[in-house]
């Protein structure tokens, strides 16, 4: 006979270790599955109740399922409770056994016993599968207008979970939810307020996820639905509920803290906020009930707390007026001055939510008024009010609350308090831990990028933040220094390598990110050092590094001058190499000393004796042996630059010169040494906005799949024709690289300007090297040498020293071009290469001129005559039809086509939600207009109209290659969302 419940509760409190525990456990298992197996009813409330116990513990339970559903099923109320709560307990929605539960469900519906059909409910509102809930629905419905109020709560409950697990059923309960509002039971109503709230998020994601069937899954759509409609027209009735809880008198059944049902005005707030997004005239009604909210809430008990936090989630949300969004940032002040880090906790997030916010809605609508764009009646302004004790909190002891206190600091940064604020913000970056050093320096550097009042101010800030944080901070960090002490003037330059050769002097060598750019600024501007420097920074400045310290020791009202002596070139050198030497030095470091180290040769070449130089040279070379084959590389690079500025020659393993310019002398010439002292001048201004948007560009190039897909996708939207490949662009296109294709050479590029050849016009875009170097450094590049014209075959030997014979020149579509002619190479001598700003010589002239004009054989290579429309198979998928109308707009132009996709539906209902994307090779450029309409009718009605969508593409290759396009479809039939890929090629050779 197994144990009662509370001897099996005493058994296991006596057990003094787990396996005593395991072993009363096992042994009550074994004596319930008997039981189970001998069908023995009178147990059977038992032995449930005892497996709710083992649930609990964390045992195993399944083998007691069933024995839940003949509970359920029984007549009993007694078992009837046992077997609900076991049910809920010891199942899941994804069980299947759970459908056998169905029928007793619907029969204990509709007893006459409400605590049965309590039960019932509450199993429906925990467990309800979506085939439970379509089932059950309507009987659930029946309790919604029951005359007792506990069934009318405990069905709102039900329903919210069948209308969550299927959302198409929204609509068709919409009008009994409002009829609920009016109940007098406040049971009922926070029920009911709750069930509208699940209907609206419901509905919501049901449009924008799923389509909504005759919905495009627009947010717009939401807005417009029918079930929002009809809970805007209770916004008043909300409002008339908000307020008479606010002026209730005391009630000891709803009185918590001395608030009336907190709970019930949590949950209309809620709503409310639902309601009053995008809705004018709604969040109008509810801006003086938000008010009063706002202003007659207690806040000494964490009710009243709970309810005005609901309240500025409401006013941030809604439509409301700059006065009730000041109202709520003062409340959010409030909260920061709380005890209670909870409270604190989510004043700070809110309020970095509400600045988030107004700076997208300033760059949606436009700037307010001030120098800023703000006004002082805006939230943005009331929070600046709080900056103090934001600032405040990066103090506190607990972790969380100085992150979201450093999170909210970044957004509230401006130009008039970046310099107090990022002050703040280098103070706690001495303070906070490791981990989060590294993001607060990218973040500075945005903020320092951003809101620099002037270039002194910006340099200084990363200066001394390298002197915190060198060794956590990202490289980027340092690159950004680097560029932005070049982009200065020389008095900037002086001051900064001054500072920096003190920091580095001062540093213990652990700071990495200081010793980057401190070395690197050393060997830049090492000639700096050598002249004495002082400024006098303005009065209302100086609260950075030396600066602050020597402000706060001199009177308020005499400006601090801030002065560094001229340094010697030993005192220079003897500073790097003591960082060099020591033993914790990186090795990225020692490379950039060495790299400094031969600038500063060059540097003091007029100004430090000959001891100091020697010694400059013997730094270098002591590396020539390291294990590094970095720093052995360089050491001997190095060094034969240095020999070559002193006119010495420098000999290889084999006995030859490396520069290979001596003919056999041991001295360089004049030609090597000036390209010596070129490569170590000072290296040229960093146009770091160039380099960014030249990532950015490479980075969109990446997303819309050129690095990945030879293919460059169209859009809906108007995009602008993309240039022709020219060489080197089209590295993914296999036939152009193997010589398949057979075009012509493209043209040299310099600067981004096409190099003219005499006999054609070619435009190429600036693709190549030397044109990117060019446009980095902001400094002319060398003219790049004309390509050689490749032969008929496309193939090209780089050993072969004969000349390849002559092109054929394409054929021009155009009509109104002049006539091409014939190009023959000119004579080698000593090189393949052909001079590109050479004149054809005497005898090349005539050849030039009697040259014939080759004539094709095909019609179809030049374009030949083409019919005026021609009709091309897209594709056909799951009752949608494409098909493309292809014509030719120009008739000078053949190289240019016109396709109207139409868009055929076979089936017996509309299409919703379409979507067609086209992809193209990058032979060719396209231009992509939107639909005339996202909902295909059915074809062949007497009153639908075709749905078409222009497509204009330029077939640079034509009568070489021909037109392919990619498709994907997607588009919504019949409530199913369906996509679809497809590739196009059935356009007729050299046509298209």
């Given at each position: 006979m197994?144990?009662?419940?509370?001897?099996?509760?005493?058994?296991?409190?006596?057990?003094?270790?787990?396996?005593?525990?395991?072993a009363?456990i096992a042994?009550?298992?074994?004596?319930?599955?008997?039981?189970?197996r001998?069908?023995?009813?009178?147990?059977?409330?038992?032995?449930?109740?005892?497996l709710?116990?083992?649930?609990?513990?964390?045992?195993?339970?399944?083998f007691?399922?069933?024995?839940?559903?003949?509970?359920?099923?029984?007549?009993?109320?007694?078992e009837?409770?046992?077997?609900y709560l076991?049910?809920?307990?010891?199942?899941?929605?994804?069980?299947?056994?759970?459908m056998?539960?169905?029928?007793?469900?619907?029969?204990?519906?509709?007893?006459?016993?409400?605590?049965?059909?309590?039960?019932?409910?509450?199993?429906i509102?925990n467990?309800?599968?979506?085939?439970?809930?379509?089932?059950?629905?309507?009987?659930?419905?029946?309790?919604?207008?029951?005359?007792?109020?506990?069934?009318?709560?405990?069905a709102?409950?039900?329903?919210a979970?069948c209308?969550?697990k299927?959302?198409?059923?929204?609509e068709?309960?919409?009008?009994?939810?409002?009829?609920?509002?009016?109940?007098?039971?406040?049971?009922?109503?926070?029920?009911?307020?709750?069930?509208?709230?699940?209907?609206l998020?419901?509905?919501?994601?049901?449009?924008?996820?799923e389509?909504g069937?005759?919905?495009?899954?627009?947010?717009?759509?939401?807005?417009?639905?029918?079930t929002?409609?009809?809970?805007?027209?209770?916004?008043p009735?909300?409002?008339?509920?908000?307020?008479?809880?606010?002026?209730?008198?005391?009630s000891?059944?709803?009185?918590?803290?001395?608030?009336?049902?907190?709970f019930?005005?949590?949950q209309?707030?809620?709503?409310?906020?639902?309601?009053?997004?995008?809705?004018?005239?709604?969040?109008?009604?509810?801006?003086?009930?938000?008010?009063?909210?706002?202003?007659?809430?207690?806040?000494?008990?964490?009710a009243?707390?709970?309810?005005?936090?609901?309240?500025?989630?409401t006013?941030?949300?809604?439509?409301?007026?700059?006065?009730?969004?000041?109202?709520?940032?003062?409340?959010?002040?409030?909260?920061?001055?709380?005890?209670?880090?909870?409270?604190?906790?989510?004043?700070?997030?809110?309020?970095?939510k509400?600045?988030?916010?107004?700076?997208?809605?300033a760059?949606?609508?436009g700037?307010?008024?001030?120098?800023?764009?703000?006004?002082?009646n805006?939230?943005?302004?009331?929070?600046?009010?709080?900056?103090t004790?934001?600032?405040?909190?990066l103090?506190?002891?607990?972790?969380?609350?100085?992150?979201?206190?450093?999170?909210l600091?970044?957004?509230?940064?401006?130009?008039?308090?970046?310099?107090?604020?990022?002050?703040?913000?280098?103070?706690?970056?001495?303070?906070?831990?490791?981990?989060?050093?590294?993001?607060?320096?990218s973040?500075?550097?945005?903020?320092?990028?951003?809101?620099?009042?002037?270039?002194?101010?910006?340099?200084?800030?990363l200066?001394?933040?390298?002197?915190?944080?060198?060794?956590?901070?990202e490289?980027?960090v340092?690159?950004?220094?680097?560029?932005?002490?070049?982009?200065?003037?020389?008095?900037l330059?002086?001051?900064?390598?001054?500072k920096?050769?003190?920091?580095i002097?001062?540093d213990d060598?652990?700071?990495?990110?200081?010793?980057?750019?401190?070395?690197?600024?050393?060997?830049?501007?090492?000639?700096?050092?050598?002249?004495?420097?002082?400024?006098?920074?303005?009065?209302?400045?100086?609260?950075l590094?030396?600066?602050?310290?020597?402000?706060a020791?001199?009177?308020?009202?005499?400006p601090?001058?801030?002065?560094?002596?001229?340094?010697?070139?030993?005192s220079v050198?003897e500073?790097?190499?003591?960082?060099?030497?020591?033993?914790?030095?990186?090795?990225?470091?020692?490379?950039r000393?060495?790299?400094?180290?031969t600038?500063?040769?060059e540097?003091?070449?007029n100004?430090?004796?000959?001891?100091?130089l020697?010694?400059i040279?013997?730094?270098?070379?002591?590396?020539?042996?390291?294990?590094?084959?970095?720093?052995?590389?360089?050491?001997?690079e190095?060094?034969a630059?240095i020999?070559?500025?002193?006119?010495?020659?420098?000999?290889?393993?084999?006995?030859d010169?490396?520069?290979?310019?001596?003919?056999?002398?041991?001295?360089?010439?004049?030609?090597?040494?000036?390209?010596?002292k070129?490569?170590?001048?000072?290296?040229?201004?960093?146009?770091?906005?160039?380099?960014?948007?030249?990532r950015?560009?490479r980075?969109?190039?990446?997303?819309?799949?050129?690095?990945?897909?030879p293919?460059?996708?169209?859009?809906n939207?108007?995009?602008?024709?993309a240039?022709?490949?020219?060489?080197?662009?089209?590295?993914?296109d296999?036939?152009d690289?193997?010589?398949?294709?057979g075009?012509?050479?493209p043209?040299?590029?310099?600067?981004g300007?096409?190099?003219?050849?005499?006999?054609?016009?070619?435009?190429?875009?600036?693709?190549?090297?030397?044109?990117?170097l060019?446009?980095i450094?902001?400094?002319?590049?060398?003219?790049?040498?004309?390509?050689?014209?490749?032969?008929?075959?496309g193939?090209?030997d780089?050993?072969?020293?004969?000349?390849?014979?002559?092109?054929?020149?394409?054929?021009?579509?155009?009509?109104?071009?002049?006539?091409?002619?014939?190009v023959?190479?000119?004579?080698?001598?000593?090189?393949?290469?052909?001079?590109?700003?050479?004149?054809p010589?005497?005898?090349?002239?005539?050849?030039?001129?009697?040259a014939p004009?080759?004539?094709?054989?095909?019609?179809?290579?030049?374009?030949?005559?083409?019919?005026?429309s021609?009709t091309?198979q897209?594709?056909?998928?799951?009752g949608?039809?494409?098909?493309?109308?292809?014509?030719?707009?120009?008739?000078?132009?053949?190289?240019?086509?016109?396709?109207v996709?139409?868009?055929?539906?076979?089936?017996?209902a509309?299409?919703?939600?379409?979507?067609?994307?086209?992809?193209?090779?990058?032979?060719v450029?396209?231009?992509m207009?939107p639909?005339?309409s996202t909902?295909?009718?059915?074809?062949g009605?007497?009153?639908t109209?075709?749905?078409?969508?222009?497509?204009?593409?330029?077939?640079?290759?034509?009568?070489?290659?021909?037109?392919?396009?990619?498709?994907?479809a997607?588009?919504?039939?019949?409530?199913?969302?369906?996509e679809?890929?497809?590739?196009?090629?059935?356009?007729?050779?050299?046509q298209?």
């Amino acid at each position: 006979m197994s144990l009662k419940l509370r001897d099996l509760i005493r058994q296991v409190r006596a057990c003094k270790t787990a396996a005593e525990e395991r072993a009363v456990i096992a042994k009550e298992s074994a004596m319930i599955r008997t039981a189970i197996r001998e069908e023995q009813e009178h147990y059977r409330h038992r032995n449930v109740a005892k497996l709710l116990f083992m649930h609990m513990l964390g045992y195993p339970t399944h083998f007691g399922q069933l024995e839940c559903m003949k509970l359920v099923a029984s007549p009993h109320f007694p078992e009837k409770r046992i077997g609900y709560l076991g049910m809920m307990l010891l199942l899941s929605e994804q069980q299947e056994v759970l459908m056998l539960a169905t029928n007793s469900l619907k029969n204990d519906l509709n007893s006459s016993n409400k605590f049965i059909s309590g039960l019932a409910l509450a199993a429906i509102g925990n467990l309800a599968t979506p085939d439970m809930s379509r089932d059950l629905a309507p009987e659930v419905d029946k309790h919604l207008s029951n005359s007792n109020p506990y069934l009318r709560k405990k069905a709102c409950l039900a329903m919210a979970r069948c209308l969550r697990k299927c959302p198409d059923m929204v609509e068709d309960f919409v009008e009994r939810v409002v009829g609920l509002l009016n109940d007098r039971s406040h049971g009922v109503l926070i029920t009911v307020v709750q069930l509208m709230t699940q209907v609206l998020v419901i509905d919501r994601e049901y449009i924008l996820e799923e389509g909504g069937g005759q919905y495009d899954g627009d947010e717009d759509a939401y807005y417009e639905s029918p079930t929002r409609t009809a809970f805007l027209k209770l916004v008043p009735s909300l409002v008339k509920l908000l307020r008479n809880l606010l002026s209730m008198g005391y009630s000891p059944d709803h009185d918590v803290g001395g608030i009336s049902d907190p709970f019930l005005q949590v949950q209309i707030l809620t709503l409310l906020r639902l309601l009053g997004a995008n809705d004018v005239k709604a969040s109008e009604e509810m801006n003086d009930v938000l008010a009063q909210v706002a202003t007659n809430t207690e806040t000494s008990k964490n009710a009243g707390n709970a309810i005005l936090y609901e309240c500025v989630q409401t006013i941030m949300a809604v439509e409301s007026d700059d006065g009730l969004r000041v109202l709520a940032v003062n409340i959010l002040g409030r909260f920061l001055l709380n005890r209670d880090n909870n409270i604190r906790y989510v004043a700070l997030n809110t309020l970095a939510k509400c600045i988030a916010d107004g700076a997208h809605a300033a760059r949606s609508g436009g700037g307010g008024g001030g120098e800023n764009g703000e006004d002082d009646n805006t939230a943005a302004s009331a929070l600046q009010r709080h900056r103090t004790t934001v600032v405040d909190c990066l103090k506190d002891p607990d972790i969380s609350i100085r992150q979201r206190a450093l999170e909210l600091i970044y957004h509230l940064v401006n130009q008039e308090n970046v310099e107090a604020l990022t002050a703040e913000l280098l103070n706690y970056l001495v303070l906070c831990p490791r981990d989060h050093r590294g993001d607060i320096c990218s973040r500075v550097l945005k903020v320092v990028d951003k809101f620099s009042p002037e270039d002194r101010w910006r340099v200084d800030t990363l200066i001394t933040m390298l002197t915190i944080a060198g060794r956590e901070c990202e490289s980027s960090v340092q690159s950004a220094t680097v560029v932005y002490i070049s982009q200065s003037s020389e008095d900037l330059r002086a001051y900064a390598v001054h500072k920096l050769l003190k920091a580095i002097r001062d540093d213990d060598g652990s700071q990495q990110g200081l010793l980057n750019v401190g070395i690197w600024s050393i060997g830049e501007y090492g000639d700096l050092l050598l002249k004495p420097y002082s400024y006098t920074p303005p009065s209302s400045g100086g609260n950075l590094s030396e600066v602050a310290e020597l402000s706060a020791m001199a009177p308020e009202s005499t400006p601090v001058t801030v002065s560094f002596m001229e340094l010697e070139p030993a005192s220079v050198v003897e500073i790097v190499e003591e960082v060099m030497n020591r033993h914790t030095c990186p090795l990225e470091v020692k490379q950039r000393a060495l790299t400094c180290f031969t600038k500063l040769r060059e540097r003091f070449e007029n100004s430090a004796d000959a001891a100091t130089l020697e010694k400059i040279q013997n730094l270098v070379k002591k590396y020539e042996g390291s294990s590094s084959l970095e720093l052995q590389l360089r050491s001997c690079e190095y060094g034969a630059l240095i020999n070559a500025i002193k006119g010495l020659s420098v000999k290889g393993g084999d006995g030859d010169d490396i520069f290979g310019a001596n003919q056999g002398s041991e001295s360089v010439s004049d030609t090597v040494k000036t390209a010596a002292k070129e490569a170590l001048a000072r290296m040229p201004v960093v146009d770091i906005k160039l380099i960014q948007r030249k990532r950015a560009e490479r980075a969109d190039a990446f997303m819309e799949g050129d690095a990945m897909d030879p293919f460059d996708t169209g859009s809906n939207d108007d995009a602008t024709p993309a240039p022709t490949s020219s060489g080197g662009g089209d590295l993914l296109d296999l036939n152009d690289i193997f010589g398949g294709g057979g075009t012509a050479a493209p043209a040299a590029t310099q600067n981004g300007n096409a190099l003219k050849a005499p006999s054609a016009k070619i435009e190429a875009t600036p693709n190549n090297d030397v044109d990117l170097l060019a446009d980095i450094f902001s400094a002319p590049a060398a003219p790049a040498p004309a390509p050689v014209a490749t032969p008929a075959a496309g193939g090209f030997d780089i050993f072969g020293g004969g000349q390849p014979a002559a092109p054929t020149p394409a054929i021009q579509n155009n009509l109104f071009a002049p006539q091409p002619v014939a190009v023959n190479p000119a004579p080698s001598v000593g090189s393949s290469l052909v001079d590109p700003f050479a004149a054809p010589t005497p005898s090349q002239q005539p050849q030039q001129a009697s040259a014939p004009i080759p004539i094709p054989s095909s019609p179809a290579a030049v374009g030949g005559p083409i019919p005026s429309s021609t009709t091309v198979q897209g594709f056909s998928h799951q009752g949608l039809a494409v098909e493309f109308e292809c014509t030719k707009p120009d008739t000078w132009n053949k190289q240019n086509s016109l396709l109207v996709a139409k868009f055929i539906n076979t089936t017996d209902a509309p299409l919703y939600g379409l979507h067609l994307q086209v992809a193209v090779p990058k032979y060719v450029t396209m231009e992509m207009k939107p639909p005339t309409s996202t909902t295909v009718p059915v074809t062949g009605g007497s009153s639908t109209k075709q749905v078409t969508q222009t497509i204009s593409v330029t077939n640079t290759m034509l009568g070489t290659k021909n037109l392919m396009l990619k498709l994907k479809a997607s588009f919504t039939s019949k409530g199913t969302k369906v996509e679809h890929l497809a590739t196009c090629s059935g356009f007729p050779a050299g046509q298209y």
